[in-house]
């Protein structure tokens, strides 16, 4: 009897076009960023705030995953931004494969930031690399603080956590420091800033974190005039 472990091949698979994607990033030092969370934790919300703050200096695509739909793709191209909306047809994560296309143009196109909006879903996007620098996740706090300790992959890929919605704090039982505590038990390294998109709490702590993360993969610091030549 054969036995064949489909979910490795899958991501094997997975991997080796992830790495096709980020050596073509690599070529025109493109940085890409790829933001996951549970539905409606806030990630279009996210974008609408952070995007424009990144676009006074980089030129920033989006690809935005949705199982159907164009719903985001139309909230984030009135920011002025080109956005590639793909469906995945009931798919609950984007993958490799299915950015690759958008990549290509992308790196064929003027741009130096890359956003992913992967479809809102706390388990599968982690398990699936799109070629990306970074990650970085929603938790919002209307969520529970036991995420962490419940879905832990999620938070082990991420750079970077997001606690939104911080402005509905106080009306959940929502700990801060248990989210936290619980968070750098499955990633000891992981950033964290508490925002909320509706009144802008911690948006520019978070430009500042991907500014710092391109500043990183160009090997140079952030330069001072707007937009990169
Ligand atoms: N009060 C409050 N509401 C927020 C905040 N961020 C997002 N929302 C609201 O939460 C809802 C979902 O926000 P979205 O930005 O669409 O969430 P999303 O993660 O992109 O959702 P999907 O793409 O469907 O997974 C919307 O009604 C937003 O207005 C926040 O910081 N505070
Ligand atoms: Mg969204």
Redesign the pocket.
Known sequence: MHLIDVQTGLLADNDAIAAENRAMLATRGIYALNVM??????????L?RLLPLLATRWRVAVIEG?IVGSA?AERLAKLGLPVEQINTGGACHLDARMVHHGVHDVVHGPSDVLVF?N??NLVCPAEFDLGEDDAVM?L?VTEGHDKPKKYPLMFRRAGLLVL?????LAMTDFDVEVAVAAARDVHPGIAVIR?????GEGIAEVAAWVERRIAAKRGRPAPPSPKAG
Do not use: F, H, I, Q
């Open positions: 969370s549970a539905p409606g934790a806030g990630k279009t919300s996210l609408e949705d985001d909006e479809v809102g929603l919002s939104n919605k911080m402005d509905l925002t909320s998109c509706r009144t």
